[in-house]
């Protein structure tokens, strides 16, 4: 389809081996060090045999003069250091490029500003891989290079000027709004610098996840300044081009944001029609800027569809680089329809209780039931729950317990606990005190089939972001790994789904999330995810949620006239070791294995082994340690409670 990718390669004197400090990775010999990223590539109508590449600054900050890098709006090539070169892999063909300018986009440096503040611990720009690499400023994330690249001696005129036809009619969405669950595809090269027949244009595809402005009221209809991917981005695909289903150009990646109290990074995207309107501003007088933009869509459109029907994408041999043009083609038919995960945004909740943090809700109804777990809104120094209208000697108070619904502008509403499940479930039912007709708050549809391995759905929830940061509930994709049965789940049915399981991207934050299919139903509520016993690092990948088909009692009651009545839910609320195995990821009795085999288990375990333990015992909440604004989270244990 379109050419739109390139791998960009940087060499430079480095004789005491200090450029490499703000890179994830590289490659050092002789005294020179290597570094590389990914690039856009746009050619214009007067190109004869350039083409040009825009990519991030910091992809060459490092063979920058220092006294250059404070005015970087005036970078030229002469202002690189003495033997430095860039070279540029496009369509097969290698380039030499220069240094033509440097420009800012002012609004992602303004959206940045907002997360990252002088001085701040939590978060940074820079790959979680790059162990301690320095991270880059929001001011340096918001500068992209322009640089002119010329083919080598000797190259084919013809087939360059074909992958010039090819790259000028890609069609720029600068107008497109990527919402959230909108599937995406980014090409890049990560870790290029080690092998480009290996790595350039790689293809990884994910959705939106959420966007910054987050679309609270007030903000500009539309506004998208800052996109958050659910993708599995690798450092060096930072500067390539990011397309839509309909293999439009929508966003070039960035450096991550990392969360430094979580170890988690989020993917992030410039949006094309910022870097657009920037570009222009600075070579508005140039005749070669002539990106395809959305007022000439439906005639490229037209003119893509001609020329794919008698120039046919190569398949690629197994030795050169996979060209833009075959893999984006593949992006079409590939994605097939966009799945419903959206719809069930408006009816997560972010909920808020003293001691606990911050966690998630769903939606039960609309006269304002709210159920998320137990662990989030249980008081820190007890185990016991229940009916909170009706506590005796054997029960503490809860907590002041705050919703946050965005239907309503992202005001927040004090929630009483109807009830707190005792046993197996980690369930809470909240209730808002505010006049129901004053929220319009949209229930949640519970997935009344089974769900299966191998399905695929979305976790959304509040996780990572604390709630000072008005971001609406974030969006990951995965499929369930696993369904777990009971037989003593009350439906009516001999075996019933207890817990599933998900490959989706989990993190603090989740707990009372929403696991949702593709056409928008709830098929669990989050719990917990899992932490390695060796390392204590969390597996955002493996998460646990309470089945649909055990929900169903609650949505059964949220359906009557004052059904969730303190006495009827906990008539739900049974004690039962079977089912409480299942959550503690235990074996029932009948299943245990020999004791042999455990004392083996065992012995691997105390080797720093990947087995999994027990889930946290009722106690161990997630616990704030600083102010809830900064958003740090202590998850203890090895299976941790979000």
């Known amino acids: 389809m379109h050419a739109a990718a390139a791998f960009v390669k940087v060499v430079g004197p480095d004789p005491r081996l200090r450029k ?12 020179s060090t290597t570094i590389s990223s990914s690039g856009l590539v746009v050619c214009g109508h007067q190109d004869v045999d350039l083409v040009r590449v825009l990519i991030p600054v910091c992809t060459i900050l490092p063979f920058v003069r220092q006294d250059a890098r404070s005015e970087l709006l005036k970078l030229t090539q002469a202002d690189l250091l003495e033997l430095s070169r860039i070279n540029v892999l496009w369509e097969g063909f290698w380039c030499q490029a220069e240094v033509v300018q440097c420009f800012e986009v002012p609004r992602i440096q303004a959206a940045l500003s907002t997360w990252i503040l002088p001085g701040d611990a939590c978060w940074s720009l820079a790959w979680a891989l790059g162990k301690g690499a320095q991270s880059v400023t929001s001011e340096i994330q918001a500068h992209v290079v322009e640089l002119s690249c010329k083919p080598s001696t000797g190259y084919n005129i013809a087939a360059f000027n074909a992958a010039q036809a090819s790259a000028r009619q890609v069609h720029w969405a600068v107008k497109a709004k990527m919402d959230q669950g909108a599937p995406i595809t980014a090409v890049g090269s990560p870790f290029g610098v080690i092998s480009p027949p290996h790595f350039a244009n790689s293809v990884m595809h994910g959705v939106i996840s959420n966007h910054w402005p987050s679309g609270r009221e007030g903000d500009k209809s539309g506004s998208r300044d800052l996109l958050m991917a659910d993708m599995r981005c690798l450092p060096g695909m930072e500067g390539g081009p990011v397309f839509n289903q309909q293999g439009q150009l929508v966003a070039i990646t960035l450096l991550p944001l990392m969360s430094n109290t979580f170890n988690a990074e989020v993917p992030l995207l410039m949006p094309i029609g910022l870097l657009a309107d920037a570009w222009a501003k600075c070579c508005s007088s140039r005749p070669y800027v002539a990106p395809v933009t959305d007022a000439s869509a439906a ?19 197994h030795d050169t680089p996979v060209s833009s043009s075959y893999l984006t083609e593949r992006v079409r038919t590939s994605q097939g329809h966009s799945p419903k995960w959206a719809a069930a945004l408006p009816s997560i909740v972010l909920v808020s209780a003293p001691g606990s943090g911050w966690a998630s809700g ?21 185990h016991s729950s229940g009916v909170h209208s009706q506590p005796d000697q054997n029960h503490f108070p809860f907590p002041l317990i705050k919703v946050r619904v965005s239907s309503s502008g992202n005001s927040w509403h004090v929630a009483e606990v109807v009830y707190s499940f005792r046993h197996a479930l980690d369930l809470a039912v909240l209730r808002v005190k505010a006049a129901p007709a004053k929220l319009e708050l949209q229930p949640a549809v519970l997935q009344s089939g089974a769900v299966t391995p191998g399905q695929a759905v979305a976790v959304i929830g509040h996780a990572l972001f604390s709630p000072n940061r008005q971001m609406q509930p974030s969006l990951t994709v995965g499929n369930i790994t696993k369904v777990v049965y009971s037989h003593a789940v009350k439906t009516g049915r001999q075996r019933s789904a207890a817990m599933v399981m998900t490959s989706a991207t989990v993190h603090a934050g989740a707990s009372g999330g929403a696991v949702v299919t593709a056409d928008g139903c709830i098929a669990g509520i989050t719990t917990s995810n899992a932490r390695h016993s060796g390392s204590g690092s969390t597996i955002p990948n493996l998460n646990f949620a309470v089945a649909a088909e055990a929900l169903q009692p609650l949505w059964a009651l949220a359906a009557q006239p004052d059904g969730l009545r303190p006495e009827l839910i906990q008539q739900l609320d049974v004690q039962d070791s079977a089912l409480a195995t299942i959550f503690m990821l235990s074996q029932p009795p009948e299943q245990q294995t020999p004791a042999g085999q455990q004392m083996l288990e065992g012995s691997r375990d105390t080797q720093g082994s990947a087995r999994l333990a027990e889930l946290l015992s009722k106690k161990g909440l997630s616990k704030i340690q600083t102010p809830l604004a900064t958003g740090k989270l202590d998850v203890p244990g090895r299976l941790s409670r979000l």
């Open 299 to 317: 005639k490229m459109a037209q003119l893509s569809t001609d020329a794919n029907k008698h120039q046919p994408a190569l398949v690629p041999s």
């Open 362 to 382: 769903i939606v039960l109804s609309r006269d304002g039931y709210i159920l998320t777990n137990a662990h989030v809104v249980k008081p820190s120094s007890a």
């Open 20 to 31: 490499a400090a703000s890179r994830a990775f590289h490659a050092y010999e002789r005294g």
